[in-house]
């Protein structure tokens, strides 16, 4: 079983920035794609960044140029450093990772959510 685990959310003014935190443990043998998706208050949960093992890096256009992701695979990590929040960015936001178990098993996790809320 993997866990994902998030911390950083909180309450902040628009413009303002916010780095969110997700850590991985269990038994994996490694983290293929990790990410971070959100949900808002009656809309369906949308993608917000994705990070591949490689480094590679997909964002919402909404989000491209404020938020940056990234990793650290030496600690089974993904980060969203968030900048000039907006009002809009304010949602419930989840971790998402994908892999292969200590079995070779393939897995997809989520972590339990983390409040962003933004005001203006």
């Known amino acids: 079983q993997v866990q994902l685990v998030e911390s950083g959310g909180g309450l902040v003014q628009a413009g303002g920035s916010l780095r969110l935190s997700c850590a991985g443990s269990?038994?994996?043998?490694?983290?293929?794609?990790m990410g971070w998706y959100r949900q808002a208050p009656g809309k369906q949960r949308e993608l917000v960044a994705t990070?591949?093992?490689?480094?590679?890096?997909n964002y919402q256009d909404s989000v491209k140029g404020r938020f940056t992701i990234s990793r650290d695979n030496a600690r089974n990590t993904v980060y969203l450093q968030m900048n000039n929040l907006k009002p809009e960015d304010t949602a419930v936001y989840y971790c998402?990772?994908?892999?292969?178990?200590?079995?070779?098993?393939?897995?997809?996790?989520w972590g339990q959510g983390t409040q962003v809320t933004v005001s203006s």
């Open positions: 998402y990772a994908d892999g292969f178990t200590s079995s070779w098993a393939p897995f997809h996790s």
């Open positions: 990070i591949t093992s490689g480094g590679s890096t």
């Open positions: 269990g038994r994996f043998a490694s983290f293929n794609a």
